[in-house]
């Protein structure tokens, strides 16, 4: 069974459509994220949400809003797309615990290849 | 601001030829270091999390180092299974929480010729 399944694998779509992205985990993690990895690889932190409540929110453009119905899903809308908006985008969870000393790897989906022409 | 750079950005080696990644890091107060394998097409595998410096850990033919600046993946007599990207990550201590905010180098590409 996949951990965490995201859907599409592959996204094209032309300027200015409006897309989403599903993330499904199985995990029983408390903790879901979205990353953006861009050309060169590098993998940024978008949003963070536990238990369906927004933690992180870094600085993305407002046409980026995520959702999270429960804990197991986090969805991920993005309206007026621009071609800067092409790049791949990673689900992942993690069992977080507020205050705690411990780390729980996050796992990562295997991403959604975002194409915008 | 947390940064995280890797060096060096691709390296090729033989069959069974030992060889080392580095993982420079400046974080304000280090939570944890976390070494990832990222194979084509495919999202980052967890290998590692290392949490203060002289910490080592091993998995296989890779072995994860840490001192207060930088960490180091150490891959012995590597085989061409081990091709893949290497990232490292590091998470800052904040207000006690921090949930998953890591922050990414920019990864090592390995390729292991037979």
């Known amino acids: 069974d996949t951990a965490v399944s995201q859907t599409p694998k592959y996204l094209v779509t032309q300027m200015g459509n409006d897309k989403s992205i599903k993330c499904e985990q199985n995990?029983?993690?408390?903790?879901m994220y979205w990353y953006k990895q861009d050309s060169k690889k590098f993998l940024k932190i978008m949003f963070s949400?536990?238990?369906?409540?927004?933690?992180i929110n870094e600085t993305v453009p407002n046409r980026f809003s995520p959702k999270s119905p429960d804990k197991a899903h986090l969805n991920l809308h993005i309206n007026s797309l621009e071609l800067g908006d092409s790049a791949v985008y990673f689900c992942?969870?993690?069992?977080?615990?507020?205050?705690?000393?411990?780390?729980?790897?996050?796992?990562f989906g295997n991403g959604t290849r975002l194409t915008v022409t | 601001e947390d940064q995280v750079t890797q060096s060096p950005e691709a390296l090729r080696l033989q069959e069974g030829e030992s060889s080392s990644l580095n993982c420079s890091y400046t974080?304000?107060?280090?939570?944890?270091l976390f070494w990832y394998r990222q194979d084509p097409g495919k999202g980052p595998e967890f290998l590692f999390t290392?949490?203060?410096a002289g910490e080592e850990k091993e998995k296989e033919r890779l072995k994860a180092t840490l001192t207060k600046k930088e960490s180091f993946l150490h891959i012995t007599a590597p085989k061409p299974e081990d091709s893949a990207t290497y990232l490292c990550?590091?998470?800052?201590?904040?207000?006690?929480?921090?949930?998953?905010?890591?922050?990414f180098g920019q990864g090592t590409i390995l390729t292991v010729h037979p």
């Open positions: 992942a969870s993690s069992q977080e615990r507020a205050g705690g000393p411990y780390n729980s790897p996050l796992h």
């Open positions: 995990l029983g993690h408390d903790t």
């Open positions: 949400y536990n238990n369906k409540e927004l933690i």
């Open positions: 974080v304000s107060g280090l939570r944890g």
């Open positions: 290392l949490y203060s």
């Open positions: 990550a590091v998470q800052a201590r904040a207000g006690g929480t921090s949930y998953g905010k890591l922050t």
